[in-house]
């Protein structure tokens, strides 16, 4: 990371050139390239007049207007001239767009930006739990009370040693970043370079701790293919320069509150070039040269953010569209706020680490060795061979990443930890579904709130039901489970209800003054019941 922050000017003219490269083999032509330019920027002024942000340059306009100005000469001259002007302009969009993501790393900010975010957050945590904001200064508790790190955490520090670790967590909330950062510094691993969605700098918390953590930015607006191509560039590059990296393969948070089961595979491909290009330099397999990747589960009692999320993804209905991305966290003083509220609460994070793999899904030992399902050694190299020498085949790396990707998807579920807050909206609103199976899932939704009970005891007996269930996935090794599950039932029931959703106006699951399961808000508790898709328990009730 150091290294790669004093070489920056070197590093993006790197990645300017190479992109440059790949993108003129993709549009080989001079009218392909120009009516590629004329695409990107047609997009990009729709981009900054339709869906602006704080975070964007102040010459956006200056800027595109040129380049049309550009595009106009290019059409009226002779083939040659258009060619140079095309890839001139070809050019100083990748630039442009390579300084933008890259990250601005510096060890001294960082080691600032690790001492106040444990020192804040450790503080906040001891005036919440002596319920004395005197206690600020108090040292009784410390992080470690509130964001617990279960799994594979072991394996991951020995392999930081040996080789370049790609960390893909799954993606909940806008938190997520911050808390991945202190989990990095708390395991003693080295600062990772990481994708952080653009939208987060335009809040001066986030932008501090960005820039001061490792994070390259990731402009999800953006959707043509320059931009995604010197994106992938700098992936590669970076992971090819020995960097840790870490980006959420999701793509974006989760709007349903389902974990992730279908992955973007742009990043991921880049881990896989990354590999191919490093045995190109170090043919044989070993230390410095492999490449790691280790699924993370963040697992949280409440999402700040589901009310909003949830409305997106049943307006949407599945169908991409651009997002509103400040919502709840659109200023640094609602952070705290959410901070605050979040540490008086009481609530706690865990995050799961799943054992280390190679790019291929195949888990590797703790000395870095790819085994396959019979425990034998894998020499990963191979996957790159035709004819005994390292060749690239684009349509077999793109079949690499979707293994890789399928191989995840199982390991989040595998990995998930569930806790009673997971499961507390799931069994209610699975007797609910149960009940008015008849109407579709809209019109569920919109039942009336008078129509949202369920008895006490019925509740109860299926959420019996279902633990135990959950408990048999445990003991076959299918899914990770929260001590406080197997706790004393109605200790359980009331821990899950109390805890998710309590940060929202209107709470998903309450109990009622008849001491019935009732909620205030059924899309809210169609979020937080989604969490547990996957391990079909739905088919008990």
């Excluded at 870095?368 to 035709?386: A, C, E, M, P, Q």
Aim: charged share 25%.
């Amino acid at each position: 990371m150091v290294q790669l922050a004093r070489d920056r000017k070197n590093f993006i003219d790197e990645i300017t050139q190479e992109s440059f490269e790949r993108i003129i083999s993709i549009r080989n032509t001079t009218p392909s390239l120009i009516d590629e330019l004329e695409l990107t920027r047609y997009k990009e002024t729709l981009r900054f007049k339709t869906n602006p942000w704080k975070i964007d340059p102040e010459d956006e306009i200056v800027f595109w207007d040129r380049v049309k100005q550009k595009l106009v000469e290019a059409d009226n001259t002779d083939d040659g001239m258009a060619e140079k002007i095309s890839e001139e302009i070809l050019k100083e969009i990748i630039q442009r767009y390579a300084n933008e993501i890259s990250g601005n790393f510096k060890k001294s900010h960082y080691k600032l930006a690790r001492r106040i975010a444990n020192f804040g957050f450790a503080r906040m945590l001891n005036a919440a739990k002596l319920k004395s904001w005197r206690a600020f200064f108090k040292h009784e508790y410390s992080l470690q009370d509130k964001i617990q790190l279960v799994g594979e955490v072991e394996h991951l520090r020995k392999l930081a040693k040996i080789g370049t670790i790609i960390m893909v967590p799954t993606h909940f909330s806008n938190l997520d970043s911050i808390t991945l950062g202190w989990a990095i510094n708390e395991l003693g691993l080295p600062p990772f370079i990481y994708g952080a969605g653009l939208n987060l700098f335009n809040i001066n918390i986030f932008s501090y701790f960005m820039n001061s953590l490792g994070a390259y930015k990731v402009d999800r607006r953006k959707k043509n293919l320059i931009y995604l191509e010197t994106l992938r560039t700098y992936s590669k590059q970076a992971i090819q320069r020995g960097c840790h990296s870490l980006f959420f393969p999701g793509g974006t948070r989760s709007r349903s509150g389902k974990i992730e089961n279908r992955l973007k595979l742009g990043l991921l491909g880049t881990a896989i070039e990354a590999q191919r290009a490093n045995y190109l330099v170090s043919p044989s397999e070993g230390r410095n040269n492999k490449i790691f990747v280790f699924p993370v589960v963040i697992n949280y009692n409440f999402v700040l953010e589901a009310p909003s999320l949830i409305h997106d993804y049943l307006e949407s209905s599945g169908q991409e569209r651009y997002y509103v991305e400040n919502d709840e966290f659109s200023t640094s003083s609602k952070i705290l706020s959410f901070l605050i509220k979040f540490f008086t609460k009481g609530s706690h994070i865990s995050m799961s680490f799943g054992k280390g793999m190679d790019l291929f899904g195949n888990y590797v030992d703790s000395e870095g060795r790819s085994v396959d399902v019979v425990g034998n050694h894998i020499n990963t190299k191979d996957y790159f061979l035709y004819k005994g020498e390292i060749t690239y085949d684009p349509q077999r790396e793109e079949e690499y990443t979707r293994m890789l990707a399928e191989n995840l998807v199982k390991e989040y579920h595998r990995i998930n930890q569930i806790l009673p807050s997971h499961l507390a909206p799931f069994v209610a609103f699975q007797i609910l579904r149960k009940r008015y199976e008849k109407i579709d899932l809209f019109s569920f939704l919109r039942l009336p709130l008078e129509e949202i009970e369920i008895d006490y005891q019925e509740y109860k007996k299926v959420f019996d039901l279902i633990r135990n269930k959950v408990i048999e996935l445990y003991n076959a090794g299918d899914v990770d489970i929260a001590p406080a599950l197997t706790s004393d039932l109605d200790k359980v029931i009331k821990e899950g209800v109390e805890n998710v959703g309590m940060y929202h106006a209107k709470r998903p699951l309450i109990i009622n003054k008849a001491g019935n399961i009732s909620s205030q808000d059924l899309n809210t508790l169609y979020y937080y019941q989604n969490r547990m898709e996957g391990y079909e328990l739905e088919k008990y009730i």
